[in-house]
């Protein structure tokens, strides 16, 4: 596998055309490439320089999250070809264009539809994290173990993005915060609230949209630390799977009493696999 080279291209890349970048982007540098979602030359460049050289180390598909904006065919390859590339050159734009340091660069390997790699660099927060399929997660050199949440839901810490989630859901999901220690919206970038799984400041994620450069890094990186990514119909996560609605839990218990507190009733995703 190609841990340590890979890692070394996400630092190259954040060093190359993120952080010089960072706090200091012109007017010009920044722009939408569909209603309220933004790109910079930063992650344009980055992506450009972390594909180039994957393709060194593997001769498959990359499928940016960029290039795919362009040529949302790129997709296919998740399902068709032996091996993939997945990038998000810069996960938490929108943070990066504020000045807030939560961001990340992310890869992910996938073979066959499965993650079989993944790794996140925070330039920002000088922390990175890595995993490989029956390898276990690790972070500089420090093998990662999600311990089991609270049983009980007023302990409970989690985050849940309701900006895409339907409307019914979303307001059933304001009602019960307060069932919880804290619920809160996370920090918009999944490259960062994936390891904050893993350091305990959260104990679930609760995901509407679920775009691969977002999720195949984060999912692999906290199941190989023990932690739990269903969708809400009990399946397990995998790339090329685009169906929506995704929920991260640092254990089985903790995601099934999750998905029970934060479904309306008489939701479809109350009908879980047992």
Sequence with gaps: MYMDKVTEILHEAAATAILPRFQALAAGEITEKSPGELVTVADRE???????????LLDAPVVGEEATAADPGLLRALREAPAAWVVDPLDGTANFVEGRPE??????????????????????LGREFTAELGGGAWSSGVRLHREPAPAEPERIRGAALTKYL????????????????????????????????????????????????????????????????????????????????????ADQACWARVLELITPPGDAARAVPQ
């Design 46 to 56: 980055a992506e450009q320089l972390i594909s180039r050289r994957l393709r060194e």
């Design 103 to 124: 961001y990340a660069v992310q890869v992910a390997l996938v073979r066959e539809g499965r993650t079989v790699a993944c790794w996140i660099v925070q330039p920002a």
């Design 166 to 249: 339907d409307p019914v859901v979303r307001e059933y999901v304001e009602t019960v915060r307060s069932r919880f220690a804290a619920l809160e919206s996370g920090t918009k970038a999944a490259g960062v609230d994936y390891p904050r799984l893993l350091t305990g400041e959260v104990d679930f994620l609760r995901y509407q949209r679920t775009l691969p450069w977002d999720h195949a890094p984060g999912a692999l990186l906290v199941t190989e630390a023990g932690a739990v990514v269903q969708r809400l119909d009990g399946t397990g996560y995998r790339p090329d799977d685009d169906r929506t609605g995704l929920l991260v839990a």
